[in-house]
């Protein structure tokens, strides 16, 4: 029950920060990935996700991540120049 709760919330999570993301919301998306890497964990620590399964979540957070480093970066540079 509580892996499917997790897996929900996961991807509820991963949906809501690649939209903030789009949104130009860099902040506000890292902490939705922050909470996806949470929930990544408790799944993780349950034993709720196998060997290849775990390797799929850990690069949707990374993707995320770095997606959200590139984007804030970006608008560092837009901030300095103007």
């Given at each position: 029950?509580?892996?499917?709760?997790?897996?929900?919330?996961?991807?509820?999570?991963?949906?809501?920060?690649?939209?903030?993301?789009?949104?130009?919301?860099?902040?506000?998306?890292?902490?939705?990935?922050?909470?996806?890497s949470h929930m990544f964990?408790?799944?993780?620590?349950?034993?709720?996700?196998?060997?290849?399964?775990?390797?799929?979540?850990?690069l949707r957070v990374r993707?995320?991540?770095?997606?959200?480093?590139?984007?804030?970066?970006?608008?560092?540079?837009?901030?300095?120049?103007?």
């Amino acid at each position: 029950e509580f892996n499917r709760i997790h897996r929900e919330l996961f991807e509820q999570y991963y949906l809501l920060g690649q939209t903030l993301l789009r949104s130009e919301l860099a902040l506000p998306a890292l902490d939705y990935c922050l909470k996806c890497s949470h929930m990544f964990n408790l799944m993780d620590a349950s034993g709720g996700i196998g060997v290849t399964e775990r390797m799929s979540y850990i690069l949707r957070v990374r993707q995320l991540a770095v997606a959200i480093a590139k984007k804030w970066a970006g608008l560092e540079e837009k901030t300095e120049k103007a």
